[in-house]
């Protein structure tokens, strides 16, 4: 969803957030430093398959999933990583790789590593490599209605 169509959605839903534009970037590290964000509140968003079944994984960006802990937390025996060419077409207003983890507007699960709900603070990108929104967590699960999972490590 372009920036706009995001934007429309949290206003609509009267949450307050804050528009970040930065320089390309294409890493949530390279977000994080180049937003001037710290790392730990800058989400990536994973495409993950669970059982077959397209699924967003919301980590922050020091952090990668630890496929087995995925698995059994969520409780099936089949978990990968899903390629661009899998999932791009389900988010064809996003640059590849800048979603944002609002997996509910696209009739998907969101998985939210527990370590992201420490922070009062959540940034990911809004669709593109030049911006990002920053908003209160709490807004954002409340809006997105993740399961909160420990599946992720530095």
Do not use: W
Not at 127 to 145: I, K, N, P, Q
Request: proline share 5%; with cysteine; charged share 25%.
């Amino acid at each position: 969803m372009p920036l706009r169509k995001l934007k429309e959605y949290l206003d609509s839903h009267q949450v307050k957030y804050q528009i970040i534009t930065h320089s390309p970037a294409f890493t949530a590290h390279e977000v994080a430093a180049s937003a001037h964000v710290p790392a730990r509140q800058v989400a990536k968003t994973v495409m993950v398959k669970i059982d077959g079944r397209m699924a967003m994984a919301v980590l922050p960006a020091a952090y990668k999933i630890d496929f087995d802990l995925l698995k059994a937390t969520v409780g099936t025996r089949d978990v990968e990583l899903a390629t661009e060419e899998e999932f791009k077409m389900l988010f064809p207003e996003c640059a590849v790789g800048a979603m944002p983890p609002f997996g509910n507007l696209y009739g998907m699960d969101v998985y939210v590593a527990e370590k992201l709900t420490e922070d009062e603070d959540i940034v990911f990108c809004a669709g593109s490599h030049t911006e990002c929104v920053r908003l209160g967590y709490e807004d954002f699960e409340r809006l997105v209605d993740p399961k909160i999972l420990r599946f992720s490590l530095t």
